[in-house]
């Protein structure tokens, strides 16, 4: 059903509203501005050594290898450009699975991972691995003691993503990487919602393998990287694209020299800002929060919010219809909890593991802040939002029903 919403629009206000920087981020127009020339006359192949355009080429891509390898603690050498965290992933697990697989046939994930992570490990178990896919709490979170108990002596790897990228929840990524380093164990993390959010390290962290993405960060699309440890482990990779030998003989292929320069320029920017745009990000994200309370009852927040994302703020509307709440709201570009290969109606995988039902997964949505949101955005969002859900309620018999204390759970519904 449609209903009628008119919320004033705040002066300054552009609409549709982009509040889902959890699924791409716009690029940043310093970001763009970097890129430009190697889009136009610096165009030359990074690999060709005999010209001067070749050595202009390399020298941006290793500018911007040290602009990633300072964001997260390594060193430029230990960066491998891919196609994106997709990619990043799958290179990670099959990679570390083929060159491992003397040693031993298990890896651990768990259940809330990107399907980039999930999808592979379907892979390799085709293939005769073994994979353990650990549960979350009610929190989103893993229990360190299951992991714990996960592993065996045929245990190579651990992936668990550091932040959820529907949820936001942070995982104890530290911790789980001191286990792994215990073991012997190696632990990639895919970190594409982590890096240039929150302080990410890969010594401190105890990673081993970490996969990041340009337009996750306001970068541009189709471009990621790989960290691969090369020192307390050197962790070695198995190719799965043949051919030149770039990479170190990881990832073969002509470099994406301006995706790759953006995608520098986009770490470079997320290191000086971090700190205070986080602030700025948390502020936006726990107004929205406190109006959403103030004014709405039988809302929930979905995930742990002491271990969370700055711009994530995940909320299940109870009593409404999800497929509603989406169309009353749609001058605002947000997720909602059917599963974000939006073609399917499937609820999202990621609530019902933190144990939601399929109609509160349906009405969730997942408001994700980025570095262009501003206050007034929010709070024409707020509104918006308080009002269609006022609204769909006013329609919902459930909603009736819970307000003169009827208890739903012990209806008997007559069959359809
Ligand atoms: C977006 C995303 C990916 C995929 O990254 P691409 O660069 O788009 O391939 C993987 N993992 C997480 C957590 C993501 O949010």
Redesign the pocket.
Known sequence: MKIQSNVAVPAGVQLPIYMDN???SPLDPRVLEAMLPYLTNKFGNAASRNHSFGWEAEQAVETAREQIARLIGATAKEIIFT???????NLALKGIAEMYRERGNHIITQVT??K??LDTCKRLEKQGYRVTYLPVKADGLIDIDDLKRAMDDKTILVSI?Y???EIGVIQPIAEIGKLCHEKGVLFHT?A??AVGKIPVNVIADNIDVL?L????IYGP??V?ALYVRRRNPRVQIAAQIDGGGHERGMRSGTLNVPGIVGLGKACEIAQEEMTSEAARLTGLRDRLKAKLEAELDYIHVNGNMEHHLPGNLNMSFVYVEGESLLMGINDIAVSSGSACTSATLEPSYVLKALGLGDDVAHSSIRFGLGRFNTEAEVDYVAAKVIDVVKKLRELSPLYEMVKEGIDLTKIEWAAH
Do not use: F, R
């Open positions: 959890h699924a791409t196609s994106g965290a997709t990619e990043s992933n991972e990107h980039a992570i993503m932040a959820n990228n895919d594409v919602q996969s993405s340009g337009h996750k699309k189709g990621g």
